[in-house]
């Protein structure tokens, strides 16, 4: 069983994507085993009103609402933005939101950031923050040259103690380090993936010493990363079958609800 | 449906040359033992059977002394796992009298097999003519720390990009030259289309990125012929954009190990 909690949908302004239709992305997913993905929308990110890319995903993961669940992309510095989150929660069947303080003009230390996470937290579906959508490094000239930034980070989930978060695609060892105190302290826990964190170095050992096997997710960022990286370090992670099958399937079922 | 260790085999099955590895100093300034035998195991593990090293200068500009300091430390990784570890002589341009001395010594006495430049001068820069034409003169690679970034990057204001290697490539057509770690340097459609015409610059596939169709939009560019494997401390990305691209077995076994560089090797191994 895999789940995957980073997977995107629709297109990425600054170069060619292949495989980011609904159709051709189940047949990745297909290729891969994974079971079930999580996808938000690439064009909510760039669209001046998120709402209409959260509308356009909801509507073509409709024939696979058995493979894909998708998570709404809310900018809270834009009006009406309360109101959108609970349609897409209440009226779209969207199981988690994602946050991009570094393409929406917001950052996570202010109110209406702030109040989104603990929406988010009352209807008991995670928040999903990716350190950046792909490696600053890549950057577009056009594109945006800031990352999550780890101080507003902790800032917010000790504002937010009741939600669930997912860090994705960064230094997720070094997050987690900086966020450990923080997250000890509160109801809510945060998730990291390992897109980003080598098995063949200690960086991986680090996430899994600091965090432990039940707050480690797998996360691709399908289709714009190949998927066979994350399998290479799940061939080579030295773990247990147990720790395995928390890390590619039970928490993200867990955080998911997922019978 | 082929599971994924079948996939991993390519790498056990197949020699595999990992042109673009590092050992490390400690605090002290020896050899980092402990990070280097790790490098070992986790090679071992994955299936590769060279690793081809070298120790730059990452920032400022280094006097010839600490190259040489650093050469010595790659000389003794290689010593400690002959015929798995061979060198690249690391040297600072801009002391162009002493930098051709040391290739010398790393080539000839040593027993490394190319030249490894960092970010101290373009490549393009007359300040490197000298180094070049020495290496034309030994037959040797020089493998060069690359990348384009938007902005320009504040921290390495002399980082080559495609467009130095192809002055350099214009001017010394028997030099060849490896733009290094296409997954760890920027923009790499920008180098690629300004590499792409030139047959004298190869690239390897090191880099923490993996960017879907990065490999096959490289192959497309400059043909799987001057493709190289590499990692640069990042083995999980690099076997993982090779297993995920979409190219035949035949192409990836020949990025595996590389041909055209097969010599260069051998000359290595002798030494063993």
Same mark, same amino acid.
């Given at each position: ?259 | ?37 790790? /490098? ?69 006495? /040593? ?64 030099? /060849? ?96």
């Amino acid at each position: 069983m895999l789940i995957d909690m980073c997977g995107y949908l629709g297109h990425w302004p600054f170069r060619k994507i292949n495989n980011n239709d609904v159709e051709s992305f189940v047949k990745v997913m297909d290729d891969y085993k994974i079971n079930l993905s999580v996808v938000s929308s690439l064009n909510a990110v760039f669209y001046k009103d998120t709402m209409q890319g959260n509308e356009e995903i909801a509507e073509e993961i409709k024939p696979y609402s058995d493979r894909l669940v998708a998570f709404c992309v809310i900018n809270p510095a834009y009006p009406a933005w309360e109101k959108d989150f609970r349609t897409c929660i209440e009226k779209l069947g969207m199981k988690g939101l994602m946050m991009y303080p570094y393409y929406h003009p917001y950052r996570l230390t202010e109110a209406n950031a702030i109040r989104l996470a603990n929406l988010a937290g009352e209807a008991g579906i995670p928040v999903h923050i990716p350190v950046s959508i792909i490696n600053v490094r890549q950057r577009h000239w056009l594109d945006t040259t800031e990352i999550l930034n780890t101080s507003d980070f902790i800032a917010l989930i000790k504002n937010a103690p009741n939600t669930d978060f997912i860090v994705s695609n960064g230094a997720t060892d070094a997050i987690a380090a900086a966020a450990k105190d923080a997250d000890s302290k509160r109801k809510g826990k945060v998730y990291y993936d390992f897109q980003r964190v080598e098995v063949f170095l200690p960086s991986f050992e680090r996430l899994l010493a600091t965090v432990g096997p039940e707050q480690i997710v797998l996360g691709t960022g399908n289709p714009l990363q190949y998927l066979d990286t994350q399998f290479v370090k799940l061939h080579y992670m030295d773990v247990s079958d147990e720790v395995k099958d928390l890390i590619t399937y039970k928490n993200a079922a867990r955080l998911l609800k997922l019978a | 449906m082929q599971s994924f260790a079948d996939k991993l085999k390519i790498f056990k099955e197949n020699k595999v040359v990992n042109w673009h590895e590092h050992v490390w100093a400690d605090a002290k300034g020896n050899l980092n033992v402990a990070d280097a035998d790790r /490098l070992v195991e986790g090679a071992k593990k994955a299936g590769f059977d060279v690793l081809v090293c070298s120790l730059p200068v990452t920032r400022g500009n280094p006097a010839p002394e600490m190259c040489k300091r650093y050469n010595d430390l790659v000389y003794e990784a290689m010593n400690r796992y002959p015929g798995i570890i061979q060198g690249m002589c690391y040297v600072n341009p801009g002391y162009a009298k002493e930098a051709v001395k040391e290739i010398d010594r790393c080539i000839n006495e /040593l027993g490394m097999i190319g030249v490894k430049l960092y970010n101290q001068y373009y490549l393009s820069d007359p300040a490197v003519h000298s180094v070049i034409e020495k290496c034309i003169e030994l037959d040797i690679p020089i493998l060069e720390h690359a990348g384009k970034m938007h902005p320009r990057s504040e921290d390495q204001p002399f980082i080559s990009d495609g467009t130095h290697f192809a002055m350099a490539a214009e001017k010394f057509p028997e030099a /060849l030259f490896i733009y290094a770690h296409i997954g760890g340097g920027g923009d790499y459609h920008w180098s690629l289309k300004a590499i792409a015409d030139y047959p004298n610059i190869f690239l390897d596939i090191s880099g923490s990125i993996y960017d879907e169709d990065i490999i096959e939009e490289t192959v497309r560019k400059i043909g799987v012929e001057r493709v190289m494997f590499g990692t640069d401390g990042s083995f999980s990305s690099s076997m993982g954009k090779l297993l995920g691209c979409k190219l035949s077995e035949a192409e990836k076994i020949a990025i595996l190990n590389n041909k055209t560089m097969e010599r260069y090797l051998e000359r290595g191994m002798k030494r063993c």
